[in-house]
Each structure stands twice: as structure tokens, then as C-alpha cells.
């Protein structure tokens, strides 16, 4: 993997738009209240509550509980979710998604970030959120090693993520989105209540059908072969169906506020990188 553009990358920081909770103690705040240093107002006392935070003073002024609520400051673990599902060996898609997934694994580095990267296909194959150049550089290595096969089930994997990862996190999802539309929105919703990337990777081949006559297809997923005519008239009607495909996917990141990003391999990686780190997710320090 040639990561040349990481030098270029050191000009960025991981900063999200909305604030991050996790388990760890750290530098980026948190939308969870608790114990910490930032007092932020006062709330009834609930059952379940830990009675520790009830403010005594105010109880012996109203003989009310109340709970001193604390803006908590917690630091970011970033899961860079990555498909490796058979349809993303076509084109150079996965080794192109893998250098998305390693820059943003290099910029949580840089942060001293806890990262993981998590590939998947029907299931997620979660990796162990680290730190570190060492597991920065082990993990390029691993992925160069990858050739992606099989299936691939959006709504499975998200289920499966958000039972293992309890915390709100930054999660970036690398993938073509080339699954049934409904399975791709499915796992939007799902992961909705964390910070959350989208990113497709497509061959410019398959963004705009360059083919022309009489063409053979096999799904890359299943091996099924298909023998058709592409023609004027299908290449338009395909563009129009993966127009509305991708147009349904960012309706529902824009539901609940989510980034959508679409890049195809031809594209300069560093420019891909410029784009998103332009936008909301992170910014130009």
C-alpha cells in the first residue's frame, strides 16, 4: 500500500461534529453527563440514578432530589468499519478502500486515538481498538494480505457492531453500498446514534457502465454469470436506478445526521481525503 499521502494528512485532526462518548478518559467532550469537571445544570433525580450525584444543598433548600449534572470530557475511539465482501475485488476498489481506511487510521494516530479496523462481508470480523504506529503499520499489512470474497449483509453487520461496541463512537464505513438498498439504509438507521461516515468506493466502470455491445457479467459476490446488450438506452436506465439507489442512502445519513461521500478509484486519494476532511466530520486545523 503506498501511503505517501500520509505526510499530507498531517496538516488535518480528527474533530466531530457532534461530541463523543466512550469509556476512555480523554481530550474530546462528550454529549453523556456524569462525574467530571464542567458543571452544566440541574436535573430531578431519577431511580436509577447514582445517589452519589444527588446535591444535598439544594435538597435541604427545596427537600427536592436533584442530580449536579457534569459535561464529561472522554477521548474518541474511531471504527473503521471495511468491506471485504467479493464485489470490492473489482477495479481496485479494496485497495483503494483500504488507504481511506488507513489515513483515518494514521489521523487517529496522530491524535493518540484509540482505532480499530473491522472488515466485513454476511458478518463483522471486529478488530481490537489500539494505539500506535506499530498497529498502524501492522494493520497496512494485513489488509494488503486481504482478497475480499463472499457475500455481504449491511444489516447483519450493523446489528452485529452495536451489540459488541456500547458507546458512542466515531464509525466510518468503507464500502461500494452496492447491496439491496433497503439492507444499506437498514444499517444507516442502526448506526445513526453515532457519529457516522459513509464512504463509497466505486470502479469507474461500475459508476457509469462504460460498456458498449454484447458484455458478459459475473457477480463478483455469487459467480453468476449474466450475458446482456448494454445499449443506450440500459446505460441510462441503469445510471438512473444507481442515481436513486445512492440519492435514498444520503436521504437517510441526512436523517440522522450522518456524512455520505462517493469516490471512485481513479480519483487521487489525497483528493478524496481533502473532500472529506473539508466537511463536518473533520477539520483543517
Same mark, same amino acid.
Given at each position: 500500500?503506498?501511503?505517501?499521502?500520509?505526510?499530507? @494528512?498531517?496538516?488535518?485532526?480528527?474533530?466531530?461534529?457532534?461530541?463523543?462518548? *466512550?469509556? %476512555?478518559?480523554? #481530550?474530546?467532550?462528550?454529549l453523556r453527563f456524569g462525574h467530571g469537571i464542567s !458543571?452544566?445544570?440541574?436535573?430531578?433525580?431519577?431511580?436509577?440514578?447514582?445517589?452519589?450525584?444527588?446535591?444535598?444543598?439544594?435538597?435541604?433548600?427545596?427537600?427536592? &432530589?436533584?442530580?449536579?449534572? $457534569? +459535561?464529561?470530557?472522554?477521548? @474518541? /475511539?474511531?471504527?473503521?468499519?471495511?468491506?471485504?465482501?467479493?464485489?470490492? =475485488?473489482?477495479?481496485?476498489?479494496?485497495? %483503494? #478502500?483500504?488507504?481511506?481506511?488507513?489515513?483515518?487510521?494514521?489521523?487517529?494516530?496522530?491524535?493518540?486515538?484509540?482505532?480499530?479496523?473491522?472488515?466485513?462481508? =454476511?458478518?463483522?470480523?471486529?478488530?481490537? !481498538?489500539?494505539?500506535?504506529?506499530? %498497529?498502524?503499520?501492522?494493520t497496512i499489512g494485513e489488509l494488503d494480505e486481504i =482478497?475480499?470474497?463472499?457475500? *455481504?449483509?449491511?444489516?447483519?453487520?450493523?446489528?452485529?457492531?452495536?451489540?459488541?461496541v456500547r458507546s458512542t463512537s466515531l464509525v466510518i464505513?468503507?464500502?461500494?453500498?452496492?447491496?439491496?438498498?433497503?439492507? /444499506? @439504509?437498514?444499517?444507516?438507521?442502526?448506526?445513526?446514534? $453515532?457519529?457516522? /461516515?459513509?464512504?463509497?468506493?466505486?470502479?469507474?466502470?461500475?459508476?457509469?457502465?462504460?460498456?458498449?455491445?454484447?458484455?458478459?457479467?459475473?457477480?463478483?459476490? *455469487?459467480?453468476? !454469470?449474466?450475458? *446482456?446488450?448494454?445499449?443506450?438506452? +440500459?446505460?441510462?436506465? %441503469? &445510471?438512473?436506478?444507481? +442515481?436513486? $439507489?445512492?440519492?435514498?442512502?444520503? #436521504?437517510?445519513? =441526512?436523517?440522522?445526521?450522518?456524512?455520505?461521500?462517493?469516490?471512485?478509484?481513479?480519483?487521487?486519494?489525497?483528493?478524496?481525503?481533502?473532500?472529506?476532511?473539508?466537511?463536518?466530520?473533520?477539520?483543517?486545523?
Amino acid at each position: 500500500m503506498d501511503t505517501e499521502f500520509f505526510k499530507e @494528512l498531517e496538516r488535518f485532526s480528527l474533530l466531530v461534529k457532534k461530541r463523543v462518548s *466512550t469509556a %476512555y478518559t480523554g #481530550a474530546h467532550r462528550s454529549l453523556r453527563f456524569g462525574h467530571g469537571i464542567s !458543571p452544566v445544570g440541574y436535573r430531578e433525580y431519577r431511580k436509577g440514578d447514582d445517589f452519589k450525584l444527588v446535591d444535598w444543598k439544594v435538597y435541604g433548600r427545596t427537600e427536592r &432530589l436533584y442530580i449536579r449534572e $457534569h +459535561e464529561e470530557e472522554r477521548s @474518541l /475511539v474511531v471504527h473503521i468499519l471495511l468491506d471485504a465482501s467479493g464485489s470490492m =475485488n473489482y477495479g481496485g476498489k479494496f485497495g %483503494y #478502500a483500504s488507504q481511506i481506511a488507513a489515513g483515518f487510521g494514521y489521523l487517529a494516530t496522530l491524535e493518540n486515538e484509540k482505532y480499530s479496523v473491522s472488515l466485513f462481508c =454476511n458478518r463483522l470480523h471486529p478488530g481490537e !481498538p489500539r494505539r500506535g504506529r506499530r %498497529y498502524l503499520f501492522q494493520t497496512i499489512g494485513e489488509l494488503d494480505e486481504i =482478497n475480499p470474497r463472499g457475500s *455481504t449483509n449491511p444489516r447483519q453487520v450493523a446489528d452485529q457492531f452495536e451489540t459488541l461496541v456500547r458507546s458512542t463512537s466515531l464509525v466510518i464505513v468503507i464500502s461500494d453500498f452496492l447491496a439491496d438498498t433497503e439492507e /444499506v @439504509l437498514s444499517s444507516i438507521y442502526r448506526l445513526g446514534g $453515532h457519529d457516522l /461516515v459513509m464512504i463509497q468506493v466505486l470502479a469507474p466502470d461500475e459508476a457509469l457502465l462504460n460498456f458498449r455491445g454484447d458484455v458478459k457479467f459475473v457477480d463478483m459476490e *455469487t459467480r453468476l !454469470p449474466v450475458v *446482456t446488450r448494454v445499449t443506450e438506452d +440500459e446505460r441510462r436506465d %441503469y &445510471l438512473a436506478k444507481m +442515481e436513486e $439507489h445512492n440519492s435514498r442512502i444520503v #436521504a437517510a445519513c =441526512n436523517q440522522v445526521g450522518a456524512d455520505f461521500f462517493s469516490f471512485k478509484t481513479d480519483k487521487p486519494i489525497f483528493e478524496a481525503f481533502s473532500e472529506m476532511l473539508s466537511r463536518a466530520v473533520v477539520w483543517k486545523v
